[in-house]
T-cell receptor, first 116, second 113 residues
Framework: GAGVSQSPSNKVTEKGKDVELRCDPI?????LYWYRQSLGQGLEFLIY????????KSGLPSDRFSAERTGGSVSTLTIQRTQQEDSAVYLC??????????????FGPGTRLTVL | AQSVSQHNHHVILSEAASLELGCNYS??????LFWYVQYPGQHLQLLLK??????LVKGIKGFEAEFIKSKFSFNLRKPSVQWSDTAEYFC???????????FGSGTRLLVRP
C-alpha cells in the first residue's frame, strides 16, 4: 500500500514568511509524528498526534511552530515568521497505534525547507 | 538527559570490508533500540530493532546488531559490505513505554567499489 507522503518536497521561502508543510500518513495509522533534521544533526522530535489530538507538543521549538491533524489523517505543520534557523528537513512518520516505541514508525520523504 | 550517541560521523570502506557502527544511549531504564537507514534519495527505513530476548538481532540485507546492556550499546555490524550499502545510518532509542524516538546524529557510510 501507499506509504507516508509529504508535500512539498522542497520549499524555499523568505525570512518572515509563513509556511505550511503537509503530511499524509499511512491509511489506518492513528499515530503521527513530526521530526526535524538540521544539517549534521539527528532527527529531533517536534510533536506527536494520537488521532486528532496532540498530547505531546514538547519538541516544538517556539510558539511560531504549530501543527494540526484533521479527520485522523492529514497533518499540517505551520511555521510562522520563518527564520533562517528554521532551515531543515522536516520529516513526518506514522504508526498503527503509537502508544509505545515498539510500534514501528514509517517515515515520509521529508520536506526540505530553506529560509533565505 | 536521555540521549543517543553515534561517534562515527563518516565511514569510508572498500567493498567486502567488515562494518561496525557504534551506538550508545544514556538511560538506565528499559529501552527499545533501532537502526534506521536512509539510502540516497530514499525514505528513512527500518533496518532492525531490539525490544527484548536474544541480544543479537538480525535485520535486512545481512545487517545485525548486538545489544550490550552493561555498555549501553547497540552496535551495527555487517561482515562484508557492498557498494549498495552506501547510505546514512541512524541509531534510535525509545525509553520505557514512551512512543518517542531519540535519534543519534547519524553515520554516513561510503563504500568504494
Amino acid at each position: 500500500g501507499a506509504g507516508v507522503s509529504q508535500s512539498p518536497s522542497n520549499k524555499v521561502t523568505e525570512k518572515g514568511k509563513d509556511v505550511e508543510l503537509r503530511c499524509d500518513p499511512i491509511s489506518g495509522h492513528t499515530a503521527l509524528y513530526w521530526y526535524r533534521q538540521s544539517l549534521g544533526q539527528g532527527l529531533e522530535f517536534l510533536i506527536y498526534f494520537q488521532g486528532n489530538s496532540a498530547p505531546d507538543k514538547s519538541g516544538l521549538p517556539s510558539d511560531r511552530f504549530s501543527a494540526e491533524r484533521t479527520g485522523g489523517s492529514v497533518s499540517t505543520l505551520t511555521i510562522q515568521r520563518t527564520q533562517q534557523e528554521d532551515s531543515a528537513v522536516y520529516l513526518c512518520a506514522s504508526s498503527f497505534l503509537g502508544q509505545t516505541s515498539t510500534d514501528t514508525q514509517y517515515f515520509g520523504p521529508g520536506t526540505r525547507l530553506t529560509v533565505l | 538527559a536521555q540521549s543517543v550517541s553515534q561517534h562515527n560521523h563518516h565511514v569510508i570502506l572498500s567493498e567486502a570490508a567488515s562494518l561496525e557502527l557504534g551506538c550508545n544511549y544514556s538511560y538506565g531504564g528499559t529501552v527499545n533500540l533501532f537502526w534506521y537507514v536512509q539510502y540516497p534519495g530514499q525514505h528513512l527505513q527500518l533496518l532492525l530493532k531490539y525490544f527484548s530476548g536474544d541480544p543479537l538481532v538480525k535485520g535486512i540485507k545481512g545487517f545485525e546488531a548486538e545489544f550490550i546492556k552493561s555498555k549501553f550499546s547497540f552496535n551495527l555490524r555487517k561482515p562484508s559490505v557492498q557498494w549498495s550499502d552506501t547510505a546514512e545510518y541512524f541509531c534510535a532509542a525509545g525509553m520505557d513505554s514512551s512512543y518517542k524516538l531519540i535519534f543519534g546524529s547519524g553515520t554516513r557510510l561510503l563504500v568504494r567499489p
